[in-house]
């Protein structure tokens, strides 16, 4: 069954340290890949995503994502982190394999140190 | 800006009760879709509908049932609750675009639901 992994459940960061969060997925076929986040109190918001072109993806904040694909990857990363960012990041991918449903990583809680 | 709103945002019931949770989206979204949240387990499908009066089961259906009569509106019941579908409750939404679901979806608050 398709599977998507996040290796780390709670990250505690100092400001300005740098942040990556794993992301791994277990099927293959076409995807579709996700960050979302949730910040304390809020819903969830689209973070970036990655549908097809250059696998190193911008998104809102300062964040960004690089997919590869051989290593069935779509890391998480920021070069410095703010007190803001404290929030839980869930990662997401749609596979054609996979019957076209959004599938959800477990997340990954990070608290910022001010 | 896509509003996607759900019902409640605390919800307490007993067991064997039938609970109505309610999702209303306002931007004519295709797809909707019911997920629970559980610490460690991330966000898990219950059903979603492509359609008005078409629905799938996701990853987790048991013990579940949604209808969508109407395009923006997409309910979940549980028929009768039990203490282990305690849980946060999302509803999302997303336009479709050629194959179901690969556009991002756009989730409401959540429902805090406790089964006593």
């Known amino acids: 069954a398709q599977s998507v992994s996040q290796h780390n459940h709670h990250v505690i960061l100092s400001e300005a340290a740098s942040l990556e969060l794993g992301c791994n997925y277990s099927?293959?076929?076409?995807?579709?890949l996700f960050w979302y986040v949730q910040y304390p109190g809020q819903h969830l918001q689209l973070l970036l995503k990655?549908?097809?072109?250059?696998?190193l993806v911008k998104g809102i904040k300062g964040f960004e994502a690089e997919f590869i694909k051989s290593k069935f990857s779509f890391n998480l990363r920021k070069p410095s982190v703010q007190w803001s960012d404290t929030a839980e990041y869930f990662c997401?991918?749609?596979?054609?394999?996979?019957?076209?449903?959004?599938?959800f990583g477990g997340g990954t809680r990070l608290m910022v140190k001010p | 800006d896509v509003k996607v709103t759900q019902s409640s945002r605390y919800l307490v019931k007993r067991t064997g009760e039938k609970v109505f949770l309610e999702c209303v989206q306002d931007?004519?979204?295709?797809?909707m879709f019911w997920y629970r949240q559980d610490p460690g387990l991330g966000l898990r499908l219950i059903y979603f509908?492509?359609?008005?009066?078409?629905?799938e089961k996701g990853d987790i259906p048991e013990g579940y049932s949604v209808s969508r009569e109407k395009k923006e509106r997409f309910s979940l019941i549980l028929e009768s609750a039990s203490t282990n579908q305690t849980s946060m409750y999302l509803c999302?939404?997303?336009?479709?675009?050629?194959?179901?679901?690969?556009?991002?979806?756009?989730f409401g608050d959540g429902t805090r639901l406790s089964i006593l």
């Open positions: 099927y293959g076929g076409t995807v579709n």
């Open positions: 999302a939404s997303s336009l479709s675009r050629g194959g179901r679901g690969h556009q991002p979806q756009h």
């Open positions: 990655y549908f097809s072109g250059d696998p």
């Open positions: 931007m004519d979204h295709e797809n």
């Open positions: 997401a991918v749609i596979s054609n394999n996979a019957g076209n449903m959004l599938t």
């Open positions: 509908s492509y359609d008005v009066k078409m629905k």
